[in-house]
């Protein structure tokens, strides 16, 4: 079964309104996790670094007023895209550590697409 | 972090068995070689890893040779199921390190 749960595993919303996206670490404790964005025929972009109780590390041209991380728990982590915009619309992918290794090996949660109208 | 190079796409036939092959030239000392496979609208899920020689499962084996300059992903008489991207990563999670995806290998595997 999965280890890593995404709700909502779609999402259809307006220009302008925000989203938010879950991550949940299932059966262990997660306290990092990463977001990943994936566009129609590429491979998975990394996006950010979530730290819980601390701010999330975003990589080089992602806007962090914009894509909104939080990760107030251990086994919790939500990204909210403010302010949506077509072009927002993707497929977002968070992952989480296999608990214990130091291999890299990660978890990954079943994706959530988000499409902005 | 160690950039890998995977051939873009392969075709094979039902019953087949298929080596994809990954470089990743600049790998550490500290780095496994971790390979996963992504379906369509679906998370990647896990596959193989490995550090060094020849690693086998249920579902796949593992070849690197002694410089780990390359690895070779084998799945043994592959189904139609098995069509999807395929993508070797190569790093060792310490602290926040994240693993950086490249543009992996799409598999068609045809009737």
């Known amino acids: 079964g999965a280890v890593v749960s995404q709700h909502p595993s779609w999402v259809i919303c307006k220009s302008g309104t925000s989203v938010k996206i879950e991550c949940r670490s299932l059966d262990f404790q997660a306290t990092t996790m990463f977001w990943y964005r994936q566009f129609p025929k590429q491979s998975l972009m990394l996006m950010a670094t979530s730290n819980e109780g601390s701010k999330a590390t975003y990589e080089q041209g992602v806007e962090k007023d914009k894509f909104l991380i939080n990760h107030a728990s251990l086994t919790l982590s939500t990204l909210t895209v403010t302010s949506a915009h077509p072009e927002d619309s993707s497929f977002y992918i968070c992952?989480?550590?296999?608990?214990?290794?130091?291999?890299?090996?990660?978890?990954f949660g079943e994706g959530s697409r988000l499409t902005v109208l | 972090l160690a950039k890998t190079t995977q051939p873009i796409s392969m075709d094979s036939y039902e019953g087949q068995e298929v080596n994809i092959t990954c470089s990743h030239n600049n790998i550490a000392t500290n780095d496994y070689i971790t390979w996963y496979q992504q379906f369509p609208s679906q998370g990647p899920r896990f596959i193989i890893q490995g550090y060094k020689t020849k690693v086998t499962n249920e579902v796949a084996s593992l070849f690197i040779p002694a410089d780990r300059k390359s690895s070779t992903l084998s799945l043994p008489r592959v189904s139609l199921s098995d069509t999807a991207v395929y993508y070797c990563l190569v790093g060792g999670y310490s602290g926040n390190t994240p693993l950086v995806f490249g543009k992996g290998t799409r598999l068609s595997v045809i009737a």
């Open positions: 992952s989480a550590p296999r608990q214990g290794s130091n291999t890299g090996e990660l978890f």
